[in-house]
């Protein structure tokens, strides 16, 4: 294997390393080589074309790093699997932390060094994902299939290999991903049988979640963080275990994590927690970082300044919660999403400070854009919020409905949307009205099947069409739709028309959760009935 016919996306933001930089990778044999200077083009590049490597220096500037960048495009699915991302440091202490990351580059190289060694690196790297293609091509984020990818896993290890251990860590993900949690368990008990990994001990913690064995799961993460106390994942794997049923602890175990890598995203998750712990001060200080850390916006979000926002107001700091309402504008786009957040944020600021006709403009501005358009979950939650703290309740409740019906299959937006009936002292009556809305939808899915089972088709269709024109992000109603419609076309003929709106309705539930289990199903009923010539529908988009 060479490397002249590879391509290379080379991020640095000093001139005179990336120069540098690039010289040796010409003197490697790298012939295509785009250079960037910051994350911005790095990501405009990586969304516009795939490249084989990525060369990424740790220190990016603006309070940016490569270890962000990478779990950045990891998480956005622009790195894939078949691509080698090889980070430079001149930190002595960074692999200790990178090797012990969620997400890792497949190598580094600690300055200085020469384009033999780089050269050597960059074609082990590329070696080892050229062994292992035939895993990774069905480990696609969109259209992969992991039943497929665990054959091909399994007849590599029959072969054997130098790259065992690495397939043996693939195909406990998989058979996770998978839902075979007992083989799973299964699997990883055989591995620690015959030497200890942590990878395992984390994969054999999740398997004991998944099984509803939280107990065990939590003193297996605990032993494993005793003897591997650096390895961040069983610290994030129990952190998630410990939300559901102790937050002071999940918290402490975050701040716990923090001293072995104080990222953004942990900050974060910091602030929230202590938020919810009503540990206002140490919510503030932890999200203060998390918005200042990064300049270069790309690694925060709204929710970061409303919570910091809200953690101010807490503790009666209403100047600086104005400041964290006002700096959001300073990141992002001033979308209707923003605007309203802003808002809303604004009016419970001044209810909190006792400046009513403030709070009473800012609340108008609010509820008039909820009224405009669709605004995301969170933004019309805010918006719920700001109706509750102003007095409007039936409003509020009118917006949470919504939101619950849209996204009755998504747990953590009911939590996000019983965390404001709990906010206004409503806990009780949140938990309540969350579930009836949620049992409503199941019904509604339910019934409808049912009166199509007994030959009202197009009862059903009435039904399931009026919500589906209504729920545009409820993936269950858009394709129960678009499957009773497909059914009355196979029954009764074609009808373009009616095709159309199947098509539409599945492209939607496709937007809302591609990784619906039913979606499989109804584009394949889809290429069933369309006649020829029409376009396939694609997960892709």
Known sequence: MNLSNKTCLLIDDNAEMRNSLRIQLSECGVQSCVSVRNIKEAIDNLTARKFDIIVCDYNLGQGADGQQFLELIRRRNLLPLSSAFLMVTGE??????????????????????????????????????????????????????????????????????????????????????????????????????????????????????????????????????????????AYDALTEILEKTDKVAAQAMVERALK?????????????LALENADFGRAETALRVAVEKDRTGFFK????????????IEQGKHKEALTAVNDMGKHFSHTPNLKARQAALECQVQISAGNLEAAEAAYAQAVALQREGELDANTALEVAQSCFAIGQEGEARQIIETIAEDHHENEQVLARARKVFEVAGLKDEGVEFIEATRTRMIRLNNDAVALAKE???????????????????????????????????????????????????????????????????AILFYDKVAPPGLPRISKEG
């Not at 072995?260 to 929230?272: I, M, Y």
């Open 92 to 233: 002595s202490g960074y692999q200790q932390v990178s090797t012990t990351a969620e997400y890792s580059p497949d190598d580094y190289l600690l300055k200085p060094f020469t384009a033999d060694t780089m050269a050597t690196r960059l074609l082990r790297i590329l070696e080892k994902k050229e062994a292992l293609k035939s895993v990774y091509q069905h480990m696609l984020i969109k259209g992969g299939d992991p039943q497929k990818a665990l054959q091909a896993c399994d007849a590599l290890l029959a072969k054997g290999g130098r790259y065992a251990m690495d397939l043996l860590r693939i195909k406990g993900d998989l058979l996770l991903k998978c839902g075979r949690n007992d083989e799973a368990h299964a699997f990883y008990d055989n591995i620690l049988a015959q030497r200890s990994v942590p990878w395992a001990v984390v994969g054999k913690a999740f398997a004991l979640k998944s099984l509803g064995q939280l107990e065990e799961a939590k003193v297996t993460l605990e032993s494993s963080l005793q003897a591997y106390p650096n390895y961040l994942a």
């Open 260 to 272: 072995v890598s104080a990222s953004t995203q942990r900050h974060r998750e910091l602030g929230n």
């Open 301 to 312: 979000s709204h929710d970061d300044y409303a919570a910091l926002s809200r953690s101010c």
């Open 455 to 521: 030959g009202k088709l197009d009862q059903a269709i009435v039904m399931l069409v009026e919500a589906a024109e209504r729920l545009h992000n409820n993936a269950q109603v858009l394709l129960n739709a678009a499957q009773a419609i497909m059914m009355r076309i196979s029954q009764q003929g074609m009808d373009l028309r009616q095709l159309a709106d199947a098509r539409r309705y599945v492209e939607r539930a496709i937007q809302a959760n591609p990784e619906h289990p039913k979606l499989a199903a």
